[in-house]
């Protein structure tokens, strides 16, 4: 049941990789794949993060967890027994602790499975190097996981080979459950599945987010996945965050012009409804040489002047709803309901 506590707050993050060139391989530039991003995550709420391939979304979830190190900024977390810790701050020892509490499901389920160990050592991996359990505690604790996601405890000593991509994904979340983690960030961990088991391993999501109070951050490129599975919605475009807000709010009333190019793209299932698809000129900005001010003018209808010259300040344009935008509370924007 999500409240109003936050889990998790990021500020300021940031995630510049060096372009190194010559033979003493000298520091040239910076890709800034993640570039000085705030937001929250309350407890118990699922918040989307949408964006075009290479925005930065992956990123940027994994900054969060320090699976890749991030370059600034600071990611504080409310752990288990309701402390906040600065994540960014913490040596090798405290991170792995704090690790039992913040997951990750990956995107592809055939390639972040070990093809050569069985389901019970996948799924048993997390309990033993955390010395949560082992021998029959662990195969008992490693059954129930599995019937927990739907499936057959059985087939413990079955390789990742023997199962469809559906059911790896389910091993996946299963893996990521081990832990009774508090946050877990799923990146696009149903865009690699049929339709049919896309729509299932969602509503097993949702099913275990109400059992055990988890908290999601999900990263995805589908408009119709991230409506249907998140509270609240992020805008990422070149690195930046450029639009925050619920999800209803969002899509009917966007506040910053990328987002309602993304919304137009969007099919509707009613033939009744009309939309407007909004196709935007150019190319999408380089991270590792961005335009002055703001990365979105050279590709917006809407750019003016200062939009060349001064970067948009991440202002909350309605209550809850931000947006990066020099024009967010001129702009009348066309929504995925728009007829």
Not at 45 to 61: F, I, Q, R
Not at 134 to 158: A, F, I, P, Q, Y
Not at 199 to 209: F, R, T, V
């Amino acid at each position: 049941m999500q409240n109003n506590s936050r889990i998790l707050e990021v500020k300021s993050l940031k995630k510049y990789f060096p372009i190194k060139k010559g033979f003493r391989k000298r520091t040239v530039g910076y890709v800034k794949a993640v570039d000085d991003i705030d937001f929250y995550i309350k407890e118990g709420e699922t918040l989307g993060l949408v964006g075009e391939s290479g925005c930065g979304k992956t990123t940027l979830g994994r900054c969060i967890l320090r699976a890749i190190e991030p370059s600034e900024g600071s990611t504080v977390f409310k752990d288990r027994h309701g402390k906040l810790v600065d994540v960014t701050a913490l040596d090798n020892k405290q991170l792995r602790a704090i690790r039992r509490d913040m997951q990750l499901i990956f995107q592809d389920p055939y390639s972040s499975l070990n093809p050569r160990m069985t389901v019970l050592n996948i799924i048993g991996e997390p309990l033993l190097c955390n010395g949560i359990a082992k021998g029959e505690e662990l195969r008992d604790r490693v059954k129930h996981l599995m019937e927990l996601v739907g499936l057959n405890s059985r087939h413990l000593e079955r390789y990742p080979h023997a199962f469809s991509g559906g059911q790896r994904q389910r091993i996946g979340i299963a893996r990521a459950l081990a832990t009774n983690p508090r946050f877990i960030v799923c990146d696009e961990a149903v865009s690699a599945l049929d339709v049919s088991v896309q729509a299932q391993i969602l509503n097993l999501l949702q099913d275990l987010q109400e059992q055990f109070d988890l908290s999601y951050l999900f990263i995805s490129h589908d408009l119709g996945v991230i409506q249907h599975i998140s509270d609240r919605v992020g805008v990422m475009y070149v690195g930046k965050m450029v639009e925050m807000a619920a999800t209803d709010e969002l899509f009917n009333n966007p506040k910053h012009p990328y987002t309602e190019a993304l919304l137009s793209a969007k099919p509707i299932p009613d033939p009744r409804a009309k939309s407007r698809r909004i196709l935007l000129e150019g190319e999408v900005a380089n991270p590792a040489n961005p335009p002055s001010g703001c990365y979105f003018h050279p590709r917006c209808k809407y750019a003016q002047d200062i939009c060349r010259h001064q970067a948009p300040a991440w202002t909350e344009v309605n209550q809850d709803h931000f947006s990066a935008c020099h024009f967010a509370s001129e702009l009348s924007l066309q929504g995925v309901l728009a007829e």
